[in-house]
C-alpha cells in the first residue's frame, strides 16, 4: 500500500474528534487493506511498530531527530530548532521544512507502508557502535523520499506522538462494522451521532467475538488479518500463544459476604487476596520465559528469581500461570505491603541486589494454558487442580494461593481474619465452575477487600446512665489487647443493648453482670475489673488522641457477649491497626 494513502487516513482522523465518526473512517479503511498488507499497516495506523505488549522500542529522541532533519534537508539544525521553538511539534516542523526544500528537488519516487515499517523496525534494532549515525541515515533516507505530509507523520510516529485518537474500543467497532456490518445490518445516522443497527443481539455476538480475539492476542492487527480473512469462525478459534501476554481476568468488588455468596454461588473457593502484583508467567517450548504485568509490560528481566522459581518449580514444558508476587521482610518473613516492591518492576539496573534486598513470593493461582492446550473454557476447579499439580511448593519462593471452599459466613469471617492476620489484603471469591474471561471484570472472581469486621473487647469501664436509664450501667468503656496483653482503651460503646429484658442482651442483665466487677466509682463514671468481653461492629476505624490504643472505633455497637472467651482471647491490637490499613486502601 502506498504510504499517501494511509496518512489520508491519518489526516481524516485528525479532522474529527468524534469518536464514531473516527470509527466510521477506519471501517472504511479496513476494508482496503490487503491481508499481506494487514499487520503492519494496523500497528501504523495505531501510531506503533510493535505490539503494545513488546517492549521494543525505536529509541529516538528530538535530538536525534533534529539532526536527521538537518540531514535529509539539507539545513542547519539551529535553523530547525528556531522553527521548532515556533511550531511546538517537530513533526509540523518537518512537514514545512520539506515543503520548502521540495519546491527545488521534486522527488518521485513514492513510499510503501512497507518501507516505511521496516525502516522504523531496522532504527528500533541498531545499536553498539555508530548507533547515532546509522539512524540518523536511515531516518534521512525515509524524509528524502516522503512528501511534506508524509514526513509529518513519519516524524510523528517515530517519536511516539501520534495521538489520532485510535482508542480500543474505536479499533475493535472498527472491525466489526468492516468485517461484518452486511451481517449486522448497519446504518450510520447522520451528523455521526449515532449508528443504527437492525439487530442489537446479532451485533454482541461479533463484537464479542472481536472482543475476546484481541483479549487473547492483544494485536488488531491479528485480529483484523483473521476476520477479513476466515470471519467469524477464525476469530473465535484465534488461538493464544505462548510468550504473547493475554488481558487478565478482572475482579468485581463486593462489601459484603452475602452479596459475594451470591454472585459466584456455593460453595465458593475463596483464597488469600496478595497485595502484590500480578505477574502472568509464559513457558514456551523451548523452555523460555517471560513475565508479564497486568499492564501487559515485559517485567522478565526486572525479576530473574521469579523466573528461576517457575523454571525450576512448575513442571510442564509450555505454560501460561497467573500470579501474585509479594514482597516480604527478610528478617521477620512477612509479607509486605506493595509499596515497598513497586520500584523492583521499573528497576534497569542493579537488579541482582534488588531482588536480594526485596525478595518476592510467587503465589499462584490461576492457570490459562498448559501444553498448548487453552485452559479458559474450563472449570476453576480443573485448573486449580491442574496448578497443584504441577507447582512444586516451597514457601518464600513459590506456592499456590491458599485456599478453602465454603458455604458458610462463619468460615469466610475465619478465614477472612487469617489473611488480614498474615498480612494480605483480604480475600478473593471465586466461583469454582466458572471460565477464566480474559480482559473482562465479570462476576467469576471478586474482591472482599474489608468486611466490617467485629472486635471482640473487654469491658475495662462503664458509667451510670441518665433518667430511665439511672439505673443501669449504659455505657462501656472498651478495650484491647497490647502485645504485653494489657489492656487499651478503643473507644466508647452504648448502643446495641435492649431497654426490655425478653429483646435479648439488655442493660439490666449487663449491669448486673458488672456490678460485681466494679473497682472504682468517680461520679457517673466506673473502673471495671476486665473479666467481661463483647462482641462489638463499628462504621469505620479511626485515629485517636483519646484514647490509649490511638484508634478508636466510630458508631461503635454491642452484638453480644462472648461467653466463650476470656479476658485475654481479647481482639489484639495490631489486628485492630491492621484493619485500620485496610480500610485506607480501598
Ligand atoms: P482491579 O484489578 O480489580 O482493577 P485493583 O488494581 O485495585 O483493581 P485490587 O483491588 O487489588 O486491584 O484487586 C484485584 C487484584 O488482586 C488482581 O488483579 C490481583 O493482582 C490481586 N490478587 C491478589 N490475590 C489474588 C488471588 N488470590 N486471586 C486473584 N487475584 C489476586
Known amino acids: 500500500m502506498e504510504y499517501s494513502k494511509l496518512v489520508d487516513v491519518y489526516e481524516q482522523l485528525n479532522k474529527t474528534t468524534k469518536r464514531l465518526e473516527k470509527t466510521h473512517i ?14 503492519h499497516v494496523i500497528l501504523l495506523l495505531e501510531g506503533r511498530i510493535f505490539p503494545n505488549y513488546d517492549a521494543r522500542e525505536i529509541g529516538v529522541a528530538s535530538r536525534l531527530m533534529l539532526k536527521s ?15 521548532w521553538k515556533k511550531q511546538g ?50 531516518i534521512a533516507e525515509l ?20 495521538r489520532i485518537g485510535v482508542g480500543e474500543g474505536a479499533m475493535r467497532d472498527a472491525i466489526v462494522w468492516a468485517f461484518f456490518g452486511n451481517k449486522i445490518g448497519i446504518k450510520y445516522a447522520r451528523e455521526m451521532n449515532d449508528i443504527e443497527v437492525e439487530d442489537r443481539e446479532v451485533y454482541n455476538k461479533y463484537a464479542d467475538a472481536v472482543q475476546s480475539a ?10 483484523a488479518k483473521a476476520a477479513k480473512s476466515k470471519g467469524l469462525d477464525a476469530l473465535e478459534n484465534i488461538g493464544m500463544k505462548v510468550g504473547i501476554p493475554i488481558q487478565v481476568m478482572l475482579a468485581l ?70 500470579s501474585e508476587a509479594v514482597g516480604y521482610d527478610k528478617k521477620t518473613g512477612r509479607y509486605l505491603p506493595f509499596q515497598n516492591i513497586s520500584q523492583r518492576i521499573k528497576r534497569k539496573y542493579d537488579i541482582d541486589r534488588m531482588s536480594n534486598d526485596f525478595p518476592v513470593e510467587v503465589n499462584v493461582f490461576d492457570i490459562i494454558n498448559f501444553e498448548g492446550k487453552s485452559m479458559i473454557n474450563e472449570e476453576f ?56 474471561k480474559p480482559g473482562a471484570r465479570v ?76 473497682i472504682s466509682e468517680k461520679g457517673k463514671e466506673v473502673k471495671i475489673k476486665p473479666k467481661i468481653i463483647i462482641e462489638v461492629g463499628y462504621e469505620e476505624i479511626q485515629k485517636s488522641p483519646t484514647y490509649e490504643s490511638g484508634l478508636a472505633l466510630r458508631f461503635p455497637r454491642v452484638i453480644s457477649q462472648r461467653i466463650d472467651k476470656g479476658p485475654h482471647e481479647a481482639s489484639t491490637l495490631d489486628y485492630v491497626k491492621k484493619l485500620y490499613a485496610g480500610q485506607k486502601k480501598s
Request: proline residues 2%; charged residues 35%.
Open 26 to 39: 477506519i471501517a472504511e479503511f479496513l476494508k482496503e487493506i490487503s491481508i499481506d498488507d494487514m499487520e
Open 69 to 83: 532533519l538537518g540531514i535529509a534537508i539539507g539545513i542547519g539544525i539551529d535553523k530547525i530548532e528556531k522553527e
Open 214 to 223: 484481541y483479549d487473547v492476542t492483544n494485536e488488531f492487527a491479528l485480529v
Open 253 to 322: 468488588k463486593v462489601d459484603t459476604i452475602e452479596e459475594a455468596f451470591e454472585t459466584v454461588g456455593k460453595p465458593a473457593a475463596i483464597e488469600f487476596k496478595y497485595d502484590g502484583f500480578r505477574i502472568q508467567a509464559h513457558k514456551g517450548e523451548k523452555g523460555g520465559i517471560r513475565l508479564f504485568t497486568r499492564r501487559l509490560e515485559d517485567v522478565t528481566k526486572q525479576f530473574p528469581d521469579v523466573v528461576e522459581y517457575i523454571k525450576k518449580h512448575v513442571k510442564g514444558k509450555s505454560f501460561i500461570i497467573d
Open 443 to 518: 462476576g467469576y472472581m471478586i474482591k472482599f477487600k474489608h468486611m466490617m469486621e467485629t472486635l471482640d473487647l473487654v469491658i475495662v469501664g462503664a458509667e451510670w446512665g441518665e433518667g430511665k436509664r439511672a439505673r443501669w450501667l449504659s455505657s462501656y468503656t472498651v478495650a484491647c489487647l497490647d502485645e504485653n496483653d494489657d489492656f487499651l482503651e478503643v473507644g466508647k460503646v452504648s448502643t446495641g443493648l435492649k431497654e426490655k429484658e425478653e429483646e435479648g442482651l439488655s442493660f439490666m442483665e449487663m449491669t448486673r453482670l458488672l456490678k460485681p466487677l466494679i
Open 89 to 138: 511539534d517537530l513533526g509540523l516542523v518537518a512537514e514545512l521544512l520539506v515543503k520548502t526544500k521540495k519546491q527545488a528537488t521534486l522527488h518521485s519516487t513514492k513510499l510503501t507502508t512497507k518501507k516505511v515499517f521496516e525502516n522504523l523496525r531496522k532504527l528500533a534494532e541498531i545499536e553498539g557502535e555508530g548507533t547515532v549515525e546509522r539512524k540518523t541515515q536511515l
Open 143 to 162: 524524509l528524502t523520499s516522503a512528501k511534506p505530509v508524509e514526513s509529518k507523520y513519519i516524524v510523528k510516529t517515530i517519536l511516539g506522538e501520534m
Open 381 to 436: 476447579e480443573k485448573r486449580r487442580k491442574l496448578l497443584e499439580k504441577i507447582v512444586k511448593q516451597e514457601p518464600k519462593k513459590i506456592v499456590v494461593s491458599k485456599i478453602k471452599i465454603v458455604s458458610e459466613k462463619k468460615d469466610v469471617e475465619k478465614f477472612f481474619k487469617e489473611a488480614v492476620n498474615a498480612g494480605n489484603e483480604g480475600l478473593m471469591f471465586k466461583s469454582l465452575n466458572s471460565p477464566y
